[in-house]
T-cell receptor
Framework: GENVEQHPSTLSVQEGDSAVIKCTYS??????FPWYKQELGKGPQLIID?????GEKKDQRIAVTLNKTAKHFSLHITETQPEDSAVYFC???????????FGTGTRLKVLA | ETGVTQTPRHLVMGMTNKKSLKCEQH?????MYWYKQSAKKPLELMFV???????ENNSVPSRFSPECPNSSHLFLHLHTLQPEDSALYLC???????????????FGPGTRLLVL
């Protein structure tokens, strides 16, 4: 069945450094790719998303890139801050369906 | 706050108990979802409702029974659960399932369930 692989499972960076999380999807019909941040005791919160008609999207310190040929998309966080520490999930969804396929999550720790 | 609330936030129940989880969305959305979140595993979609009709049921055991009385409320009725059902149960909503901004899902804070 469809799946999304996410790496790494844990990531520690120094404050101010960049963090990159990568996901690979299997369903070639996927056309919508959201990224969620989940803090302790909270549900996942959407932080950025990208659709298959664009290759990159940026929102302040957060950016997402998409390579449709390789079925690969990545989250980039620059100038990391301690409040960026959380679990990050990628997901993929095909148009016209309700089904989001989620990655297994990346626990990001930003060390002060 | 995302506009999606869930109660209770924590629940401990025995295997013979019956309990219900409640989700309410204040966003005017048409679609609502139940997910199960277990450690080290991807979020598992359990049920999807669109305009109060169930549109997807992902081979979930019958001890989980969803109910959607209106587009703002979603329940998950629990009966004779097993310890392996212990997890965080997340509710989400979206405007619709078509392409465009309507497809963004907004999650509630979840109910942490422990089955003894």
């Amino acid at each position: 069945g469809e799946n999304v692989e996410q790496h790494p499972s844990t990531l520690s960076v120094q404050e101010g450094d960049s963090a990159v999380i990568k996901c690979t999807y299997s369903d070639s019909a996927s056309n919508y790719f959201p990224w969620y941040k989940q803090e302790l005791g909270k549900g996942p919160q959407l932080i950025i998303d990208i659709r298959s008609n664009v290759g990159e999207k940026k929102d302040q310190r957060i950016a997402v890139t998409l390579n449709k040929t390789a079925k690969h998309f990545s989250l980039h966080i620059t100038e990391t801050q301690p409040e960026d520490s959380a679990v990050y999930f990628c997901a993929a969804r095909a148009s016209g369906t309700y089904k989001y396929i989620f990655g297994t999550g990346t626990r990001l720790k930003v060390l002060a | 706050e995302t506009g999606v609330t869930q109660t209770p936030r924590h629940l401990v129940m025995g295997m013979t108990n019956k309990k219900s989880l409640k989700c309410e969305q204040h966003l005017g959305h048409n679609a609502m979802y139940w997910y199960k979140q277990s450690a080290k595993k991807p979020l598992e979609l359990m049920f999807v409702y669109s305009l109060e009709e169930r549109v997807e049921n992902n081979s979930v055991p019958s001890r989980f029974s969803p109910e959607c009385p209106n587009s703002s409320h979603l329940f998950l009725h629990l009966h004779t659960l097993q310890p392996e059902d212990s997890a965080l149960y997340l509710c989400a909503s979206s405007q619709d399932y078509s392409s465009g901004s309507q497809e963004t899902q907004y999650f509630g804070p979840g109910t942490r369930l422990l089955v003894l």
